[in-house]
């Protein structure tokens, strides 16, 4: 089979792209040593030879005081051969030439009294700052590492351990090699209290004594001792021991028992004793004493450079006293409602974390500090300095969008309240609006109209109270839930050549966490009125539409009516100051219709000929809809990444209309999903792609599952690659799609294969990323002679990455 010599640019056969991909690493290979002398060697390897399970490798790695340079995407040692790449004679060379040159402007700087500036930096030191210096063998660094790996089975309870190393030079190159033995470890045979204040002793060694994590015969362990240490010194602290410290705790441990066991001692002591343990028979020392709370001050407007010299108006609320400047600013209730100390209560540290984390969800304040003096009679006055942020700003933001080729720019201005009616509610207009480019009908042939041609804008309305709101009270509401109750209004207008659509959607629901890592959501009440007015259809559109004969897919585009209540739960354990793995889990339930209906029929509404009960002349929709995201974030690094989803959904119309609407049916393809297929234009199943028209695409399941390696390239530019599959199918089977509707022994046949690599820029506040990816496996091409894996009968074609631009990451 040939081609045509003008196509040869645009299309690799796999062959092609293999070969050139192993001279790349061939070549990236070969020159990682050629700056080292004739007694260097360049580490590329450390290994940890165990002889028993008992040792855990990737603790012991942790320990390792040489690293080899690191690698992208598992293999390619990037910042190493962008190092190689400059020549450091030129560099330093050039640094001299730029210095010499700035210090002679700055002699003109000083002369007319201006500070001077420092010299630019090199293109080569610019190099210099992303590359990173070969890693040479370090025998002393290796001895080390022998030496942190003893201290760290000691700490373990392996006292007999026997550790060696040993090296393998290859073609300078070295890989070391550390080899364990560490044989049997010490167990303790008992613990012991040896705690002189009664009353901790009292709660150590007998109250809270079911919660201790030290049991007899397990190994010795320094890591478990101390979280011992930690867990009582946070006991004591929500007991009111408000000055007790982990240093006030000490463990000793006696391994001269003989057959490896040891015999561990817990001590308490004081700040001021010399000697372990010895009691004071005067006045116990307030680390051993519980404190509780005296007065508490709150200072609503405390502006450090200013709070000496302005005057302060007090208020007495519930025997806190209050400080603000001529007018009130929050409603004392919601206030009060923050914060968990109250004087006459024993000082718990677990109110000051409940206090800080409610007050920062009011939004309503820039810095908050919180401090305790101590006061005669065991008590601590509280101090709660509160700075308010600024109550309006407007904001702007911009977003640029690339479809499988078709831009969009999009724009939203912001207006924001956030106290409006001095209770910390939060008021929030948005503006929203975009124009895109999008495939239209004109006569028979889908085409690409100008750039542009679809005008998207609305506004949108939302206010959040910082409490639940309901029809009747409810007292017992904990206060830990951090409740919110929100309303939400908007409009939005869109204009495309095909036709025109309006949506006006309001939402009423709730918003509450259960503890720091589950979040409840439960919307009982979203409205959506849809209008797809046929007057504003083009008649190629309709022509299209008619000629179709599928009337789900007709259902699809006329005005309707969808109630719903919508229920979320949210799990996620992400501690962002650790570097650990972490779980998000969501799982989505939506209920619409029920109401509607069963008014209608008990009021015994008219139906229209499809059997549909109307609103305002408008059928609404009737379905149960369930969505499920579950992802797991590997930490590898400081600087890499590797994420894994899966995703999955299911909708099922029933009673009013026999299909799901458009706004809440799946879709498979775009930015956020399998990137190798446009927006809309993934599935359903495998019906065939040549059957394809211009109208977007859509499912009642969803099935996919994404796999991402995100790594950093330099300072806020990172890279990723992925691997997307999945697809959309129809539960009930559809003459005029065929192929759409799910079953099970063609489920797997039907999953669409993508993967990629992407771009991004990573401000912390602010992520642009551009995805490109190939489509792989594509179930809607013909199954015979392997048609569906792209590059088995056709030539690799540049022209099939489609190109994602998005803002943040994908998932």
């Not at 008992?190 to 705690?195: A, E, G, L, R």
């Not at 990172?718 to 063609?746: C, Q, S, T, Y």
Request: charged letters at 25%; a positive charge; glycine letters at 6%.
């Amino acid at each position: 089979m040939s081609y045509k010599k003008l196509e040869n640019n645009s299309r690799l056969r796999p062959a092609s792209c293999f070969l050139l991909l192993a001279s790349y690493l061939l070549f990236s290979s070969c020159g990682a040593t050629r700056k080292l002398n004739d007694k260097e060697f360049l580490l590329v390897k450390n290994k940890i030879e165990v002889d028993s399970g008992k040792v855990n490798k990737e603790d012991l790695s942790k320990y390792i005081r040489q690293k080899p340079n690191r690698k992208i995407l598992g293999f390619v040692r990037f910042h190493l051969w962008v190092y190689n790449l400059v020549n450091l004679d030129k560099v330093e060379a050039r640094k001299k030439e730029l210095k010499e040159k700035r210090n002679k402007k700055n002699e003109k700087r000083v002369a007319k009294n201006k500070e001077p500036k420092d010299a630019r930096r090199s293109f080569g030191e610019w190099m210099l700052s992303i590359g990173e210096a070969p890693v040479v063998l370090d025998s002393m660094l290796t001895q080390s590492t022998r030496k942190q790996f003893e201290i760290y089975l000691k700490n373990k309870g392996f006292f007999n351990a026997e550790i060696t190393d040993s090296v393998e030079y290859k073609h300078k190159k070295a890989r070391v090699t550390y080899y364990i033995k560490p044989h049997l470890p010490y167990t303790v045979k008992n613990f012991v209290y040896s705690i002189y204040n009664p009353e901790l002793n009292r709660i150590i060694s007998d109250t809270d004594k079911p919660n201790t994590l030290l049991k007899p015969g397990m190994n010795y362990d320094v890591d478990i001792l101390q979280q011992e240490r930690e867990r009582i010194t946070k006991e004591l602290k929500n007991r009111g021991f408000y000055f007790f410290t982990s240093e006030n705790i000490v463990f000793r441990a006696d391994t001269t028992l003989g057959n490896r066991e040891a015999e561990v001692t817990l001590l308490i002591r004081s700040n001021s004793e010399k000697d372990f343990g010895r009691p004071d028979t005067t006045n116990s020392p307030k680390e051993f004493r519980p404190y509780r709370i005296g007065k508490v001050f709150i200072n609503t407007e405390y502006y450090p450079k200013s709070s000496s010299v302005v005057p302060y108006d007090t208020l007495v609320y519930n025997k806190y006293r209050l400080a603000y400047r001529k007018k009130w600013t929050i409603d004392p209730k919601i206030l009060m409602n923050s914060i968990f100390f109250k004087a006459g209560r024993p000082y718990i540290a677990r109110d000051l974390e409940n206090t800080y984390r409610q007050l920062s969800s009011l939004k309503i304040y820039k810095f908050i500090n919180i401090q305790f003096e101590e006061k005669e009679n065991d008590l601590l006055d509280c101090n709660i300095q509160l700075t308010p942020a600024p109550r309006q700003s407007f904001s702007f933001e911009a977003q640029g969008t690339n479809t499988g080729g078709f831009p969009g720019l999009f724009a939203d201005v912001i207006y924001q309240n956030k106290n409006i009616f001095k209770g910390a509610e939060t008021f929030e207009l948005r503006i929203k609006g975009g124009l895109e480019s999008q495939v239209v009908f004109n006569d028979d042939d889908d085409t690409k109209t100008p750039i542009f041609n679809t005008l998207q804008i609305g506004p949108e309305a939302t206010l959040t109270l910082p409490r639940f709101l309901f029809p009747f009270k409810i007292t017992k509401i904990s206060r830990y839930f951090r409740p919110q109750t929100k309303f939400r209004l908007a409009y939005d207008f869109q204009k495309r050549p095909d036709f025109t659509r309006t949506i006006f959607r309001t939402t009423f629901g709730y918003d509450w966490r259960e503890t720091a890592q589950k979040r409840w959501i439960a919307n009982p009440i979203e409205l959506n009125f849809v209008s797809i007015p046929p007057e504003k259809q083009s008649a190629a559109f309709k022509e299209r539409i008619s000629g179709i004969n599928d009337q789900l897919l007709k259902n699809t585009f006329i005005s309707h009516i969808t109630s719903s209540g919508v229920y979320s739960y949210i799990f996620n354990n992400q501690d962002v100051n650790k570097l650990q793995n972490f779980w998000f889990i969501r799982g989505t339930v939506e209920f619409s219709g029920n109401l509607p209906w069963l008014i209608s029929k008990l009021a015994g509404a008219k139906q229209n000929e499809n059997g549909s009960y109307m609103v305002f002349n408008t059928p609404f929709a009737q379905y149960l809809k369930f969505d499920f995201d579950l992802r797991r974030y590997f930490a590898i690094n400081k600087r890499s990444t590797f994420v894994l989803r899966f995703a999955a959904g299911r909708g099922m119309p029933y009673g009013n209309l026999s299909v799901l609407p458009y706004e809440a049916s799946f879709f498979g393809g775009g930015a956020n999903g399998i990137r190798a297929w446009r927006a809309r234009r993934l599935g359903p199943g495998s019906y065939p792609n040549e059957l394809h028209t211009t109208i977007d695409q859509f499912g009642d399941m969803r099935l996919e599952m994404n796999a991402e390696y995100r790594f950093d390239i330099y300072k806020y530019f990172k890279m990723a690659v992925f691997a997307d599959a999945g697809n959309i199918w129809l539960v009930h089977k559809d003459v005029n799609r065929p192929g759409a509707e799910m079953e099970w022994p063609r489920l797997f046949k039907e999953i669409a294969i993508g993967a990629g690599i992407g771009a991004r820029l990573d401000f912390n506040f602010f992520i642009i990323r551009l995805d490109g990816a190939y489509p792989i496996y594509d179930p809607g091409k013909p199954e015979a002679d392997n048609q569906r894996w792209i590059g088995v009968n056709e030539p690799l074609m540049m022209k099939k990455v489609v190109f994602n631009l998005g803002i943040g990451y994908p998932f």
